[in-house]
């Protein structure tokens, strides 16, 4: 019990979660520091007949889930937190996968079908004769990473600066981030496009010099997603707990009143949707390399709604809940869709209506309500108010 | 001479069988069953130089009923039983081959590959069966079919056709034929007459012809010849043409922007419902135009033998399913998620989901065939570059009468008033004693049920598979949001002006792109001016 | 000889601040605290040399054909507390909405003091030029706590960046307590704003009016929902308030106007009807005309509490009128 409660924080009456949150960041990120150290380790250092031993398989698929965390902490920032509900983020995940991918399909040089030692098979194969602008400059990977955090940044800033410059709200804004994400949809599955059409960029051989088909390159990839996720987590905790998630949070729940306080709040929205989409982008980038493939299907509507019931089934507002929410149904997608394929768009369409008519705030809501009703059936749990304002005062 | 032995055999066979008689003279299949049989036996038997003669043999005798003959051996689909040498036709499905008789179109199943032989034919003879059918189909009873035949001989023009052209002119009762016949012999004239004089007499009457063969012979002069005075008439004809031919294909275009405009109106008109009038975002809503596709299917399925009526049956079929669905769905699911929008997203969306796999299971995830019924097939043909399909122009007036009869129920029945009250106060409708969840009900009902009237047009003219909504789902929404929620008529205007839109973009950029840029041109514009093209103004919109 | 001194020194002094002009202007442009000027807000003084502080001249707003505004001159003079009265509908709340850049008007206009047009600004800049507003229903955040309304509301940068990076001085902190003593939270400090009764989220309301030391205050119906105590004590805040600040209330309860107010503006349709104290407003015959004259046809107006009726004057019944339409 003493355990769990410091791993999920006191849900206390009249304690914010804003509070909680603060005080989970340390345990949260220590656990995946160290789950993260205990896989790659038995992974690299046990044989494959040990019964702790965690294959490779395994860590790539990890290191997937932990993509995916870092999106739906994307989405959770910007839906939870601020109440934008975003059906489009998957055009910024994609997006950012892309520009890896466009790197990585460069670095296979003439080790292609064709053999060309600049052109891409598809260029080959739709007789382009020279490389299109936009491809120059990614067999750079310092540029390609520059790329996957510009690009899904700019077109978040142009249609953010657009869209909360002229007011668009709610539902409204949801339709609109859905059409963008199936603009580019439509767009990407064009050859002309010069980005792989429908098949998209695929076959690729290794990043950075290393081999991504490696053991240890994998288990690298997995490592680097975990650091950096609980980088983005605690970055954005801060963010949250700053004077800004504050002002985040009341644009949320009232936010001409937050106008007429005197902030701005297309700004904030913008800036925040801002960095909700480079996050996006980086899971996307670290995506690519671990599943090998990136194709406009990434750009489906259907997955960036997907997203949003991750966050809405650990709970939006909590950024730990849109991690757990992403790793609890990615897994069970994975194995629901071994073991019965037809079911999992029945259970997948089940938990969207279930989740938003019986659990609002989600698993992490749950946690906190029987958190409560616990602590008041032990008497010596309850707490003086004064106690909380102390530690209010001190955060 | 020959065809007046045959008649006077023919007379006497008739007279020698009693009563049949009657029957053999109306039925001239039979009108000289041995003669005829034995030529056509011959047909299997002669070699390729013997084949013209017998088969001018055979028109003679035989005239307009030897059509069919001659254009399956044009076809090379004409065939012949070894053993007793009977001509059959054959029809390849795919890769299996079919066989036929010849004059009953009776399938003839036991036969094998290795029982048939073709009838075999070269180049002089396809030249001649195509003329040959041409001049039998130019003296052919049905007006239409002499049409065709005159617009297929304009291609090549011989003195021969031309002297029967111009005997055929005489005795021609129809305006629009003479007419055609008259191109034909001024074309005839353009390509044969030395003077040039004759000849710029002919391009001045041919400027205002839509035909290809026209246009073809006109350019063919227009670079060609060696007075320029003609290549000028010829080059002025040629501009006046190709003006005509723009104009009609400007009318084509915009004929299928309204097509499109008219399955858009259809797709979000329910929405414009649910959406516009109750506030409630239904992403379930392009499944309930599938729904209604799939109902198509279903009752063409369970009358298969009265195709022609199956519409009738499945639009209301289609009304009721979906309608009764959206029923469900408000009442289980959306009535709790009152006031809160996004969170009524997600739900629906997740029924989306549930109903999308639900017809995977029980139909498979492959596209379904939905017939369409004799009256809706075929084409208005208005002149040679522009025809109209029959199928769009019944969806066009469909889609009108569905929304008008929409917009008259919402004005002036009970349902409709109720329907405006809650959705403008709630509260005050319902302290005034309307019952708000049944009129909730009701309208998303009616909302959803109208989606599956959709679906049953859709279905004639699309695949009909589990991703038919989700097609229709993005584009619905934006038509109504670009209309001005709320608005009825802003969806009318913004459907038909997107499609529009859409269709005169593709030439230009292809239809992806224009599909691309239409969206993001509506993206752009709520950005602009978010309520729409026509908003509802004042407090009460605050 | 003396004045030649002088006037050699003012000149030698001129001369000086030549010479040091640009190195002035450099120095202003390169302050270390002000790395990026365009991150820093626009800080624009009000000119109220005049000692007018808002000038409102010719307004008119009409919805779909209805005039809300109509034809509305209105000027407020610096440290002035006024209250604006008049049935529903006579235009308050929309006036209110107007100078604080809700909703925009069809033509007039609207300055703040006098140089600063409030009609191209939007919501947010006109709060930071210190407009203050409080809303007809308490509109407090209610997710968060009591503390951090409070703070939210604190006159600061309110940049994007700015917030960031902000944390609450010591003189911050001790301006919370202050004002949250003085609306009577400070047990309630870190409870969630959500679990405040409606009283006290009117009181928050006013305290986060309070911290944000506005210049100009707009106070709709300030006393809705509050016990006599408590309107007393907010009277007596009103009242401390002017002078130092520019107070503008909203209010139908007459016996609270009265105690508060020296001047009135009647509002009729629109545009303003009568304008001077109390018993000026209440003797004005335009004012007894419109307002009896349509009484006449209507049945006796209920009066809303006994004080009223006992002092039962014109202007109470008006209001009382207005409250009931």
Redesign the interface.
């Known amino acids: 019990m003493t355990f769990m409660n410091t791993l999920f924080g006191q849900g206390r009456n009249?304690?914010?979660s804003?509070q909680q949150a603060g005080q989970k960041t340390l345990p949260f990120v220590a656990i995946l520091v160290i789950s993260t150290l205990l896989a790659c380790a038995s992974n690299l250092l046990l044989t494959e007949d040990s019964p702790l031993y965690v294959s490779t398989y395994t860590i790539t698929l990890l290191g997937k889930y932990l993509c995916y965390a870092m999106l739906a902490l994307a989405v959770d920032i910007i839906w939870g937190y601020c109440g934008i509900?975003s059906l489009g983020h998957g055009a910024f995940f994609a997006l950012g996968g892309y520009a890896m991918g466009m790197y990585l399909m460069r670095q296979i040089g003439d080790r292609g079908v064709y053999g060309d030692p600049v052109l891409p098979d598809f260029m080959v194969f739709l007789d382009w004769k020279s490389l299109p602008w936009f491809w120059q400059g990614m067999d750079q990977f310092w540029f390609a990473i520059l790329m996957a955090v510009v690009i899904p940044g700019l077109l978040a800033f142009i249609?953010g600066w657009?869209?909360f410059?002229?007011?668009?709200t709610?539902?409204?804004l949801?339709?609109?981030t859905?059409?963008?994400t199936?603009?580019l949809l439509?767009?990407f599955?064009?050859n002309e496009m010069g980005f792989g059409g429908n098949n998209g960029l695929t076959d690729f051989k290794e990043i950075l010099g290393f081999d991504l088909q490696a053991d240890a390159t994998r288990v690298s990839l997995f490592a680097i997603t975990a650091f950096l996720l609980a980088v983005i987590f605690i970055i954005s905790q801060y963010?949250m707990n700053?004077?800004?998630g504050?002002?985040i949070?009341?644009i949320?729940?009232?936010e001409?009143?937050?106008?007429?306080?005197?902030?701005?709040?297309e700004?904030?929205k913008v800036?925040l949707f801002v960095y909700s989409a480079i996050i996006a982008g980086i899971a996307g980038a670290l995506y690519v390399p671990q599943v090998g493939i990136i194709n406009p299907g990434e750009f489906s509507?259907?997955n960036s709604?997907e997203i949003?019931?991750w966050v809405?089934v650990g709970g939006r507002g909590t950024l730990i809940g849109a991690i757990i929410g992403a790793l609890i149904i990615n897994y069970a997608k994975t194995r629901f869709t071994a073991l019965f394929p037809?079911a999992w768009?029945?259970a997948?369409?089940?938990?969207?209506?279930l989740?938003?008519?019986y659990l609002?705030k989600g698993l992490m809501g749950l946690w906190e309500t029987l958190q409560t009703k616990l602590n008041k059936a032990a008497p010596e749990a309850e707490i003086e108010?004064k106690d909380?304002?102390k530690t209010?005062?001190s955060s | 001479m020959k065809p007046i032995i045959t008649l006077i055999y023919c007379f006497l066979v008739s007279l020698s069988t009693g009563l049949m008689a009657n029957d053999l003279a109306n039925n001239p299949t039979s009108l000289n069953p041995q003669t005829s049989n034995e030529l056509r036996l011959a047909l299997t038997q002669v070699k390729l130089k013997a084949m013209p003669p017998l088969l001018m043999q055979i028109k003679q005798l035989e005239e307009q009923q030897a059509l069919p003959l001659f254009k399956t051996l044009l076809a090379g689909r004409l065939y012949y039983v070894k053993a007793d040498k009977r001509l059959i036709q054959m029809q390849k499905k795919g890769k299996e081959r079919h066989y036929f008789s010849l004059e009953t179109d009776q399938p003839l199943s036991e036969l094998s590959k290795n029982q048939v032989k073709k009838v075999k034919l070269n180049n002089a003879v396809r030249r001649l069966l195509k003329s040959t059918i041409a001049e039998l189909e130019l003296n052919h009873p049905d007006p239409e079919l002499r049409q065709a035949a005159i617009e297929s001989l304009l291609k090549n023009l011989d003195s021969k056709l031309i002297a029967q052209l111009e005997q055929r002119r005489s005795l021609e009762t129809q305006e629009k034929i003479r007419e055609l016949i008259q191109v034909a012999l001024n074309l005839f004239q353009l390509k044969t007459n030395p003077s040039p004089a004759k000849q710029i007499e002919a391009i001045e009457k041919l400027a205002d012809r839509l035909e290809i063969p026209v246009k073809n012979q006109l350019t063919q002069v227009a670079e060609n010849s060696i007075h320029p005075e003609v290549k000028q008439a010829a080059i002025r004809a040629l501009t006046k043409i190709e003006h005509a031919t723009n104009r009609y294909a400007l009318v084509d275009q915009l004929f299928f922007g309204l097509s499109l405009g008219s399955v858009l109106l259809l797709a979000s008109i329910g929405l414009a419902i649910t959406f516009g009038v109750m506030g409630v975002i239904n992403m379930a809503h392009g499944e309930m135009i599938m729904l209604g596709a799939y109902t198509t299917y279903v009752v063409q399925l369970l009358m298969p033998n009265h195709i022609d009526y199956s519409l009738w049956v499945a639009i209301p079929a289609a009304f009721m399913v979906s309608g009764l669905m959206g029923v469900i769905i408000e009442r289980g699911v959306i009535r709790h998620l009152h006031g809160r929008p996004l969170e009524t997203l997600l739900a629906t969306f997740g029924i989306s989901l549930i109903l999308q796999q639900l017809v995977r299971s029980v139909f498979s995830p492959l596209n379904r065939q939905v017939f369409s019924p004799s009256w809706m097939t075929g084409s208005l043909e208005i002149n040679p570059v522009l025809s109209l399909t029959l199928n769009r122009l019944y969806i066009l007036a469909f889609a009108l009468i569905v929304f008008f009869a929409l917009l008259t129920l919402l004005r002036k029945t009970s349902l409709g008033l109720n329907v405006r009250a809650v959705s403008q106060n709630r509260n005050m409708a319902k302290a005034m004693g309307v019952k708000t969840g049944w009129v909730d009900a009701m309208t998303f009902g009616l909302g959803s049920g109208i989606a599956g009237i959709a679906g049953v047009a859709l279905s004639q003219l699309t695949n009909v598979g589990p991703n038919l909504g989700q097609a229709y789902i993005i584009d619905s929404f934006m038509v109504v949001v670009f209309g001005g929620v709320g608005n009825l008529f802003g969806t009318l205007v913004a459907a038909f002006s997107l499609g529009i839109a859409t269709k005169f973009l593709e030439p230009m950029t292809g239809a992806v792109l224009a599909a691309i840029i239409v969206l993001v041109f509506i993206i752009l514009f709520i950005q602009k001016r978010p309520k729409g093209l026509f908003p509802q103004k004042g407090r009460a919109a605050e | 000889m003396s004045q030649n001194n002088a006037k050699q020194f003012d000149d030698l002094k001129r001369f000086e601040a030549k010479l040091n002009a640009p190195f002035q202007s450099l120095k202003t442009s390169f302050r270390r605290d002000q790395v990026w000027p365009f991150l820093m807000p626009n800080e624009t003084k009000a000119n109220i040399d005049k000692n007018i502080l808002l000038y409102i001249e010719g307004l008119n707003l009409s919805f779909d054909g209805f005039k809300a505004l109509n034809d509305l001159n209105l000027y407020i003079n610096q440290g002035e507390l006024r209250c604006l009265i008049g049935a529903n509908g006579a235009g308050k709340s929309t006036l209110m909405d107007v100078i604080t850049g809700k909703t925009q008007c069809d033509s007039g206009q609207v300055y703040f003091g006098q140089n600063i047009d409030l009609l191209k600004q939007d919501e947010a800049s006109i709060a930071n030029l210190g407009i203050g507003r409080k809303f007809q229903k308490p509109t407090v955040f209610e997710q968060q706590s009591v503390f951090d309304n409070l703070e939210l509301s604190l006159k600061a940068n309110k940049g994007v960046l700015p917030t960031l990076w902000a944390k609450i001085t010591p003189l911050q902190q001790d301006k919370i307590q202050h004002v949250l003593s003085i609306i009577g939270l400070s047990k309630q400090a870190y409870q969630l704003a959500g679990s405040l009764s409606h009283g006290q989220k009117q009181w928050l309301e006013i305290g986060m009016l309070l911290v944000s030391e506005p210049r100009l205050l707009l106070v709709d119906e300030p006393v809705a929902g509050m016990t006599p105590q408590e309107t007393e004590r907010t009277a007596e805040l009103l009242t401390s308030l002017a002078g130092e600040r520019t107070v503008i209330v909203v209010e139908h309860d007459m016996e609270f106007v009265r105690s508060i107010a020296n001047k009135v503006t009647v509002l009729h349709q629109g545009s303003v009807l009568a304008e001077g104290s109390m018993q000026e407003a209440q003797s004005n015959p335009e004012v007894i005309e419109v307002y009896l004259g349509e009484e006449a046809a209507t049945p006796a107006p209920k009066v809303k509490n006994p004080i009223d009726k006992a002092n039962n004057n014109k202007v109470s019944l008006i209001a009382d009128k207005g409250v009931k339409i």
């Open positions: 009249g304690l914010q804003r509900l249609f657009l869209a410059r002229s007011r668009v709610g539902v409204y949801s339709i609109m859905q059409a963008l199936y603009a439509l767009a599955f064009r963010l700053s004077r800004m504050k002002v949070l009341a949320r729940d009232g001409s009143r937050a106008r007429f306080m005197g902030y701005h709040t700004r904030y800036w509507p259907i709604i949003v019931i809405a037809e768009l029945f997948l369409g089940g938990l969207f209506v989740v938003t008519l609002p108010p909380e304002i209010g005062v």
